[in-house]
């Protein structure tokens, strides 16, 4: 204890639809250090963003509830904390920026007075002061003229420059932890770079702990310490970036990044895709979630592996019952992956040649 | 919102200059919002005409006593009794001799004041009820809403009747507050309409991450957002509250003498309509032109407000 400023224990966040639960978030466990900066992956509805608004406990709640496990933050408790203790945390010690900069920022207020605001709540500065303040963390964030471009609006700013005025927003009243929830998806690439060296560099200045949220794996070679790959709600891998791109172990996680053009390395002469889609968070599998689409699968596979360390290598750890580095292992995943193709070719053919007789008899 | 003067702050004046020159449609897109939509305003010629319409109303009213120097409306001429409109009583006189011009201008100062004060006190009232509902939901929302349709079920002029017969002594305050107690039900619909769409916006979730309580989300972020739509239905609740002030006064449940108001007027010379069918066309006309000016610009301010209108 002590050593981390968040650790979430056993995280489960369902979501109650007509048809059951959905088990968005299921069993999920992290932990991250002061100043730490902590990547988390994984494809579209894998649980990253409920993750999130789970430790900012802004889940959309008829439908949306923690069911269990804990939030501990500097050794509080967020998912028992009384609403009143909780907004004293959202802004103050955790900030958080969304995907959209577009639509996240009000257009009825002014740039300057929208990061006044989050002063004025926590630090509860004076009117002068909060904007002195606001002018001074525009300036930080790169937006030049910051004492004239506080009185804009948000319509008066570009996509990339209201991203700026989010972080700014976020970090202003130094919060320890800021979470980012894919902060360059919506923006142009060009754009994306510079945004991300920013919140690199102004984390680094402020000693601020983060959480980047991305499907983007090229933003967190870049600029994380630590990798969570998400999957099906679910942990699958965690190691530090390099090791985990370096050694990969989980099936997913080879997946993903054998989907990924990597200029550094010429392993596959091919992009390779991930066959098939994720489960229905409805009825999940009951073992291993990523088995009706893995190509290591074994009939172990159908109980969920724990997340163990490797071994001699405690930082590093997959969910995975089998070795992905056993070229026995990989030559069968192979074959079967050959298979798989196969038979979608065959599948092809199939409906080619029968459009093609229809046509003959045309 | 004075813009313009700060494009030219980040680069120098030489380097911006040729650039505006060569698309002068880019200048013109450089407006703030409040300049944009009073452009569009402007556009609209019956709205414009309503405005400028109720600004004479306003002056009339409130400056034309003291410049044309009928101030005595409830002083009795005998001798000048039942007059035709002429140059010395512009609106003619009443069987008692009262300077018709003269009251139709006090009468209109009351009108004014009770339709825009109630429109007020509705409005606030409105907005209260209709942003609990629509930002909380769920409980509150059913019951103010629940609260709202049995206040809309009731039939109103029967009710305005019987509570200004028990309740009201005819002062203007107690009428204002007899109005405002009906008027608040479609703001109170709007807002809440407005809230529910609203609160879903990221910019409101956004507003929950820095910790802001709700009362600083629901004014701060929500209602500034849901303006447009508050200020048109403001805008035609005046009209609708001095049609209705009118009506209670027509029938004796509104003002009480000595205050007069248009709608007093009218009932006062309805008997005489034969005689003197001036004494009930001037409030009338009054009323009728006021109300439609209102309306004429609640309509141009719908439009003026809308985003989605395509600029003509």
């Known amino acids: 204890m002590g050593e981390y400023l968040l650790e979430v224990q056993d995280l489960k966040t369902y979501f109650t639809v007509k048809a059951g639960k959905v088990r968005a978030v299921d069993g999920v466990?992290?932990?991250?250090?002061?100043?730490?900066?902590?990547?988390?992956?994984?494809e579209s509805g894998c649980g990253k963003s409920v993750t999130a608004l789970s430790i900012m406990r802004l889940l959309p709640q008829p439908p949306g509830e923690i069911a269990g496990g804990s939030v501990l933050f500097e050794e509080q408790d967020l998912v028992d904390l009384p609403e009143s203790a909780m907004r004293k945390i959202r802004g103050g010690k955790i900030g958080m920026i969304?995907?959209?900069?577009?639509?996240?920022?009000?257009?009825?207020?002014?740039?300057?007075?929208?990061?006044?605001?989050?002063?004025?709540?926590?630090?509860?500065?004076?009117?002068?002061?909060?904007?002195?303040?606001?002018i001074s963390l525009l300036d930080q964030v790169g937006i030049p003229a910051a004492a004239e471009r506080i009185n804009s609006y948000p319509h008066q700013f570009s996509g990339g420059m209201r991203q700026r005025v989010m972080i700014a927003i976020a970090l202003a009243c130094n919060p320890k932890l800021l979470i980012a929830d894919e902060p360059t998806t919506a923006l142009d690439v060009t754009v994306q770079a510079q945004i991300l060296e920013l919140i690199n560099g102004v984390c680094s200045e402020f000693g601020t702990a983060v959480i980047i949220i991305t499907h983007d794996l090229g933003v967190v070679a870049g600029m994380t310490d630590r990798v969570v790959v998400m999957y099906a709600g679910k942990v699958v891998e965690m190691a530090p970036t390099n090791e985990l791109f370096a050694n990969p172990r989980h099936p997913y996680t080879l997946g993903l990044l054998d989907s990924v053009p990597r200029l550094d390395?010429?392993?596959?002469?091919?992009?390779?895709?991930?066959?098939?889609?994720?489960?229905?968070?409805?009825?999940?599998?009951?073992?291993?979630?990523?088995?009706?689409?893995?190509?290591?699968?074994?009939?172990?596979?159908?109980?969920?592996p724990p997340?163990?360390?490797?071994?001699?290598?405690?930082?590093?750890?997959?969910?995975?019952?089998?070795?992905?580095?056993?070229?026995?292992?990989?030559?069968?995943?192979?074959?079967?992956?050959?298979?798989?193709?196969?038979?979608?070719?065959?599948?092809?053919?199939?409906?080619?040649?029968?459009?093609?007789?229809?046509?003959?008899?045309k | 919102m004075d813009i313009p003067g700060q494009l030219n702050v980040t680069t120098s004046e030489e380097e911006v200059e040729?650039?505006?020159?060569?698309?002068?449609?880019?200048?013109?897109?450089?407006?703030?919002?409040?300049?944009?939509?009073?452009?569009?305003?402007?556009?609209?010629?019956?709205?414009?005409?309503?405005?400028?319409?109720?600004?004479?109303?306003?002056?009339?009213c409130f400056l034309g006593p003291t410049v044309s120097g009928h101030i005595q409306p409830d002083v009795i001429h005998p001798a000048d009794a039942s007059q035709a409109p002429s140059l010395k009583y512009p609106f003619g006189t009443d069987y008692i001799g009262r300077d018709q011009f003269a009251r139709a201008m006090a009468g209109g100062q009351v009108s004014l004041l009770v339709g825009l004060s109630s429109m007020l006190m509705a409005i606030v009232f409105g907005i209260g009820i209709g942003s609990m509902a629509g930002y909380f939901g769920g409980l509150a929302d059913n019951i103010l809403m629940r609260l709202t349709d049995v206040?809309?079920?009731?039939?109103?002029?029967?009710?305005?009747?019987?509570?200004?017969?028990?309740?009201?002594?005819?002062?203007?305050?107690?009428?204002?507050?007899?109005?405002?107690?009906?008027?608040?039900?479609?703001?109170?619909?709007?807002?809440?309409?407005e809230f529910l769409a609203l609160k879903e916006r990221e910019y409101v979730l956004a507003a929950r991450t820095i910790g802001a309580g709700h009362f600083r989300i629901m004014f701060r972020h929500v209602l500034p957002n849901a303006a447009g739509p508050i200020i048109v239905s403001a805008t035609l609740l005046v009209g609708a509250n001095i049609i209705l002030e009118s009506v209670l006064s027509y029938f004796g449940f509104g003002?009480?003498?000595?205050?007069?108001?248009?709608?007093?007027?009218?009932?006062?010379?309805?008997?005489?309509?034969d005689v003197s069918p001036w004494l009930v066309f001037a409030p009338g006309m009054l009323i009728f032109s006021t109300v439609l000016s209102f309306n004429l610009v609640g309509d141009g301010l719908r439009d003026a407000l809308d985003p989605y209108m395509t600029e003509r």
Not at chain 1, 99 to 117: F, H, R, S, W, Y
Not at chain 2, 23 to 29: D, I, S
Not at chain 2, 47 to 59: E, H, P, R, S, T
Not at chain 2, 255 to 273: A, E
């Open chain 2, 18 to 60: 040729p650039i505006l020159e060569l698309t002068p449609e880019l200048v013109q897109k450089r407006r703030s919002q409040a300049r944009i939509i009073f452009d569009r305003f402007i556009r609209n010629r019956a709205a414009l005409l309503g405005a400028a319409f109720l600004i004479l109303m306003f002056l009339f």
């Open chain 2, 151 to 193: 206040v809309l079920a009731v039939p109103l002029y029967l009710l305005l009747f019987v509570l200004s017969a028990s309740y009201s002594d005819g002062s203007v305050t107690s009428v204002v507050f007899l109005i405002a107690i009906f008027g608040w039900t479609y703001t109170a619909r709007l807002v809440r309409g």
């Open chain 1, 307 to 361: 997340l163990d360390s490797l071994v001699g290598n405690a930082a590093h750890r997959k969910a995975c019952w089998v070795d992905v580095t056993d070229p026995q292992e990989q030559a069968y995943a192979e074959k079967r992956r050959q298979n798989r193709i196969e038979k979608v070719f065959a599948r092809m053919n199939a409906q080619s040649g029968s459009t093609q007789s229809a046509l003959e008899e």
């Open chain 1, 29 to 42: 466990s992290f932990a991250i250090k002061p100043g730490e900066k902590l990547g988390v992956v994984g």
């Open chain 1, 265 to 304: 390395e010429q392993r596959h002469s091919e992009l390779r895709t991930i066959e098939g889609a994720p489960p229905d968070l409805l009825k999940p599998p009951p073992g291993c979630p990523f088995m009706p689409r893995c190509t290591f699968a074994r009939s172990i596979c159908r109980t969920m």
């Open chain 2, 255 to 273: 003002l009480h003498p000595p205050s007069s108001s248009w709608g007093n007027m009218i009932s006062d010379g309805q008997p005489l309509f």
């Open chain 1, 98 to 134: 969304f995907q959209d900069p577009m639509t996240c920022l009000n257009p009825t207020m002014t740039v300057g007075k929208q990061i006044a605001e989050a002063l004025r709540i926590h630090l509860k500065l004076s009117k002068d002061e909060a904007q002195k303040r606001a």
